[in-house]
């Protein structure tokens, strides 16, 4: 009932940039905090930065300054845009949004994800 969809990974050498963005679709009641999670093989997947639905952020330690997230309540997307980038930050991204359906508790619904590799 509910997709989210995201695009705009690739690979990229340090110090470039890429811009990731979600779009939710599907019976969609309330779309509540957004936020992109990234996650190596053999660990956890990690929160990089969250948005509210006012737009209050947070990030993880790791990427604040680098990376900025933002979101567009009208087209039901997120977006991550992300500059000088680290070896170390390369990952399979993953887009999360909290969303009510209609006639049922909200909850946590997960992207495919979309791979970022960065080289040195």
């Known amino acids: 009932q509910v997709q989210l969809v995201e695009s705009g990974g690739g690979l990229v050498q340090a110090g470039g940039s890429l811009r990731l963005s979600c779009v939710a679709s599907g019976s969609i009641f309330r779309l509540h905090g957004m936020a992109w999670y990234r996650q190596t093989p053999g660990k956890q997947r990690d929160m990089v930065a969250s948005?509210?639905?006012?737009?209050?952020?947070n990030y993880a330690n790791s990427v604040k300054d680098r990376f900025t997230i933002s979101r567009d309540n009208a087209r039901n997307t997120v977006i991550l845009q992300m500059t000088s980038l680290k070896p170390e930050d390369t990952a399979v991204y993953y887009c999360?949004?909290?969303?009510?359906?209609?006639?049922?508790?909200?909850?946590?619904?997960w992207g495919q994800g979309t791979q970022v590799t960065v080289s040195s």
């Open positions: 948005i509210s639905t006012s737009g209050s952020t």
């Open positions: 999360n949004a909290h969303i009510t359906v209609a006639m049922s508790t909200p909850r946590d619904y």
